[in-house]
């Protein structure tokens, strides 16, 4: 389960990707080894994000 840190960041990431820059979001999910957020987005799914449980995107 992400945390509420986590769930903020991945709102705005979404939000930014969506309705800023106009990119498609592919995939996203929680990665159960490490606890972090992991988004796929862009046309060409060249665009990573890891959000970390603190809430920073990286």
């Known amino acids: 389960m992400p945390t509420a840190a986590q769930l903020e960041s991945l709102y705005r990431v979404s939000y930014?990707?969506?309705?800023?820059?106009?990119?498609?979001?592919h995939l996203v999910c929680l990665d159960r080894r490490t606890g972090n957020v992991y988004v796929l987005a862009g046309y060409g799914e060249y665009l990573e994000f890891e959000i970390v449980p603190n809430g920073e995107v990286f």
């Open 16 to 25: 930014q990707l969506t309705y800023v820059m106009l990119q498609p979001i």
